[in-house]
């Protein structure tokens, strides 16, 4: 089955997330098909607790009409 889900990046305590296509065999961090946006929860500016997230809407509506399925973290962060 094909998955838009989130890969984890970044260093110790700081991560960030790629938003990725990949068959849900495959490991969080292992191989993926297509690189769809990203989401970073830590703000790089001083004092700002606002989230970074984005994606493309496009190549997300393509994978889901080839019938990806979405997990429920990237479900909640492209409503």
């Known amino acids: ?3 838009i889900r ?5 260093i110790k305590k700081k991560p960030f997330y790629q938003i990725i ?8 961090d292992g191989r993926f ?3 769809l946006g990203y989401f970073n929860p830590f703000n790089p500016k001083k004092n700002c607790k606002e989230k970074i997230i984005k994606f ?3 190549r997300i509506d393509f994978w ?3 019938g990806a399925v979405l997990s429920k973290r ?4 492209i409503k």
């Open 64 to 66: 889901l009409s080839k």
């Open 21 to 28: 296509v990949t068959d849900s065999r495959n490991p969080r």
């Open 6 to 10: 989130l890969s984890r990046k970044g």
């Open 33 to 35: 098909i297509e690189k």
């Open 56 to 58: 493309n809407k496009n």
């Open 1 to 3: 089955m094909i998955k």
């Open 74 to 77: 990237v479900h909640s962060l």
